[in-house]
């Protein structure tokens, strides 16, 4: 007798889903629960390791978000070309530990560094309880990312996977032929040891089976995500309070406690190395991105092109206000023609969407116009930023001072609504 036997019917494709957050715990409990089975991620280090079943691959990424590590790029790159050349989801798994709305913010915006703005589209950021979840629940709105509690993984995942294409790297930082030549360099690896799993770090056995030519094929996501953040970029030579004045508008209506601030010091050294961000909820009715930034001029900073690529994204003309700062009373050799000099390292104009912003208010004890009017360099700087100049006097705690700032934008009170409503009623804010 013959059965007339259907087809099975087709396997949906699988998904690579990679695992992000500080705590190996959390993420190795998430990955086998998205597995189905607790035997798949079993090591206590944080290391990067493919684990894979019929439907699902799970890459679970070493802690791309720990300043110490001595070799972030390598980590970054290693990962890229696990997963080449892009993948499903990204899931931030975040511990209690780490799951103050600065450091989620913090989380957030270094992954939107390293691997573009787009990637919140593909991402969840996946609290243990919804308590967590309904306090930072106006992340959503300023990352327009998708807050989730585990509740019925894996299932859950490929309704996240639907929100859109797959994501695909888009090279920014990292050159395509480097993430190439080491995906080659880890297959060549797999193939020699035949069982072995290629993974750089990975030693276990259950990932014998998982082979990047069996992955989904990829398309480009077409739609950029808008960006609806306001961006101020802060600029100038080391030591002359960039960071400090970052911290001066972090503290906008804040309590000290509340805050990640950015590391500022009195140094003989540059004290910033990197560009640093930070986004503030809304501070004056619209989120607002903070760009700490190191001095692109001094001879200390390692790989300047690395991060003066990061800093070009977040001051692009019509996106923002870049503050020039310079220590009032200290105007240096190198603060001559500053303006230029950065204009032709970035690559454009900046100036007409500059202010120059003087640090230590503290220190003059006179009137600010006659101070800037009477030194010959520093009005001829003042002359050349569009948007004029302000002084902070960052050892005081004072909102009135950033509010002021943020006045000299033309368009402040389309930008900002809770700046033009506190004029109406001068309580608010202040
Ligand atoms: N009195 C006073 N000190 C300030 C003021 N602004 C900054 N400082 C001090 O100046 C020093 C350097 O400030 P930072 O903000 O770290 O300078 P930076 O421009 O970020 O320096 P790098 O990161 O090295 O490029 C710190 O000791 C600050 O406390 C100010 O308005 N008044
Ligand atoms: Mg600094």
């Not at 994204?313 to 500053?338: A, K, W």
């Not at 003087?358 to 569009?386: N, Q």
């Amino acid at each position: 007798m013959q059965h007339n036997r259907a087809p099975p019917p087709a396997y949906p494709e699988k998904l690579t889903i990679a695992l992000l957050g500080k705590k190996i715990q959390i993420k190795k409990f998430i990955g086998n629960l998205i597995l189905n089975d607790q035997g798949y991620f079993t090591s206590e280090s944080d290391t990067l390791v493919v684990r894979e079943n019929i439907s699902v691959r799970v890459i679970n990424t070493p802690d791309f978000f720990d300043a110490e590590c001595p070799t972030p790029d390598q980590r970054i790159i290693d990962f890229m070309a696990l997963s080449h050349p892009g993948l499903d989801l990204f899931i931030l798994v975040l511990d209690p530990e780490n799951a103050r709305e600065e450091e989620v913010v913090g989380q957030i915006s270094k992954l939107q560094d390293v691997f573009g703005e787009q990637i919140t589209k593909h991402l969840v950021v996946m609290f243990q309880d919804r308590e967590r979840l309904h306090a930072l629940a106006h992340l959503k709105e300023i990352f327009n990312v998708l807050l989730v509690v585990p509740d019925h993984l894996p299932s859950q995942c490929r309704d996240w996977c639907q929100r859109g294409h797959p994501f695909v790297y888009q090279y920014k930082d990292y050159s395509q032929d480097v993430v190439l030549r080491r995906k080659a360099a880890i297959e060549k690896r797999r193939a020699n040891n035949n069982c072995g799993s290629g993974d750089p770090d990975e030693t276990g056995p259950a990932t014998l089976k998982h082979n990047f030519a069996t992955a989904a094929p990829i398309s480009p996501s077409v739609l950029p995500i808008p960006d609806t953040i306001f961006n101020i970029v802060l600029l100038g030579l080391t030591g002359t309070g960039k960071s400090s004045s970052a911290n001066t508008i972090l503290y906008t209506g804040r309590s000290k406690q509340d805050i990640m601030p950015f590391r500022s010091e009195a140094s003989s050294i540059p004290v910033t190395n990197i560009c640093d961000v930070r986004v503030m909820n809304k501070p004056f009715g619209v989120p607002v991105r903070l760009v700490d930034t190191p001095d692109f001029f001094s001879e200390d900073l390692r790989n300047p092109e690395a991060h003066l690529e990061k800093c070009r994204r977040y001051c692009q003309p019509g996106r923002g206000v870049v503050l020039l700062v310079v220590q009032l009373g200290r105007f240096t050799d190198g603060e001559r023609g500053i303006l230029p000099k950065l204009e032709k390292r970035l690559g454009w104009r900046i100036r007409e969407e500059t202010i120059l912003l003087l640090t230590h208010r503290d220190d003059l004890k006179g009137d600010l116009l006659s101070h800037v009017h009477t030194h010959p360099d520093l009005r001829g700087l003042a002359e050349m930023c569009g948007l004029g100049f302000h002084a902070f006097n960052n050892k005081l705690q004072d909102n009135k001072q950033v509010i002021k700032l943020v006045k000299k934008i033309p368009n402040y009170k389309q930008l900002f609504p809770k700046i033009a409503k506190k004029e109406d009623n001068p309580c608010h804010l202040s």
